[in-house]
């Protein structure tokens, strides 16, 4: 084997490492209450039209398997509500990050 080619393999070894050192499991505080926040408390809080209450993040947690439910089957955020988040849906980058934390067990992580 030449020598650039050994280089070019370390390098991206190297490289793949790196990428998964940075990758992390995302959690409620860090990463899905901001999409809550911004996409469903208007109805799932106190008092609120949402049958499913997703105030806290015990409330969260309990409920991950039917959050990733409603959000891969694109019924949640309901569409007819134009006031619901910016576009009335949610990104593909947002349902991943549900999908995901769901997957993992919903972990908490630590409060903004």
């Not at 134009?82 to 999908?99: F, M, P, R």
Request: proline residues 6%; hydrophobic residues 40%; positive net charge.
């Amino acid at each position: 084997m030449h020598r650039s080619a050994i280089v070019g393999v370390i390098a991206g070894l190297i490289f793949g490492a790196m990428l998964l050192a940075t990758a992390r499991t995302p959690t409620y505080h860090q990463d899905v209450q901001p999409i809550l926040e911004k996409n469903c408390l208007g109805c799932h809080s106190p008092g609120g039209k949402g049958r499913l209450p997703l105030w806290t993040y015990a409330d969260a947690r309990e409920y991950a398997k039917q959050i990733v439910a409603v959000v891969t089957g694109k019924t949640m955020p309901p569409q007819h509500y134009g006031v619901l988040g910016e576009k009335g849906t949610l990104s593909k980058a947002e349902v991943d990050t549900i999908v995901e934390w769901a997957a993992a067990g919903a972990p908490e992580g630590s409060a903004r």
